[in-house]
């Protein structure tokens, strides 16, 4: 009787791409392997530096440069300097105790700092600034310089440096950067009497809605005056937020 083991052949048998695979499969363990064991480990080394500090009990036996450095000692000078240990002592006096010489040095504080004067860079009122004086603010380019100037004229002036947050395309990021070198001058801003203005010029207030607009216009006509903002608030004809926007543009004259 004959035993087949083609069967078993076909089992345990590899193919092409199989033996290909499993040979660079070892060439890879290999190499793994031979850099885990070439490569050395690298190990830090701690070594205990101690110091010895003369004896200052008893430094009769001292003279000269000795002398001065005990006497240095006695009085605590060495760590009133704010210097501490044996490293202080032998940078001062040397090995053996003799004292080095201190040199200073030849450039004085205040010779180092004339070589860089500070820089005062002054503040930019922005309902005055023109394009050009816009750009030196760091971040704004001829672009958002152009907007920044078209927004205070939709606007009418700029009440507040945060409105420059509603001008498109001017990231926070550069707002932070810039907000402590601008500030807003209100008296430069347009205001509108509420209680004379149409339709038509209380529409300059870039905040107001029709809606909003149309209400105040009725009231008035009703009312026949509006002596604060308040009164706008507490008839529901704005909310308050936008009665904080509105407020700065905005006159009650008789």
Request: hydrophobic share 35%; with cysteine; charged share 25%.
């Amino acid at each position: 009787m004959n035993f087949n083991s083609e069967p078993i052949k076909n089992w345990f048998g590899f193919t092409r791409r199989e033996r290909r695979s499993t040979f660079i499969m070892l060439l890879i363990i290999i190499l793994i392997l031979g850099l885990r064991y070439t490569i050395p480990d690298s190990k830090i080394v701690i070594e205990d530096i101690t110091g010895t500090i003369p004896d200052t009990e008893n430094h009769s036996d001292l003279s000269g440069k000795d002398s001065l450095f005990a006497n240095d000692l006695s009085r605590g000078n060495l760590m009133n300097r704010g210097k501490k240990g044996p490293a202080y002592i032998k940078k001062s006096y040397g090995i053996e105790g003799e004292r080095i010489p201190f040199v200073k040095n030849k450039h004085t504080p205040q010779q180092r700092t004339s070589n860089y004067p500070r820089q005062n860079n002054p503040l930019i009122e922005i309902n005055r600034s023109d394009s050009a004086t816009l750009v030196n603010l760091p971040g704004i380019g001829p672009v958002l310089s152009a907007r920044i100037i078209k927004y205070r004229r939709l606007l009418g002036g700029y009440a507040s440096t945060d409105q420059l947050k509603e001008v498109y395309g001017l990231p926070v990021e550069t707002f932070e950067l810039i907000k402590g070198r601008i500030f807003a001058d209100s008296s430069m801003i347009t205001k509108i009497n509420i209680n004379s203005a149409g339709y038509k010029e209380l529409s300059h207030i870039h905040y107001f809605e029709k809606y909003e607009l149309t209400a105040i216009l009725k009231y008035r006509e009703i009312k026949g005056r509006i002596k604060c903002i308040t009164d706008l608030t507490e008839n529901k004809l704005i909310t308050p937020e936008k009665a904080r926007k509105v407020r700065p543009y905005l006159r009650f004259d008789n």
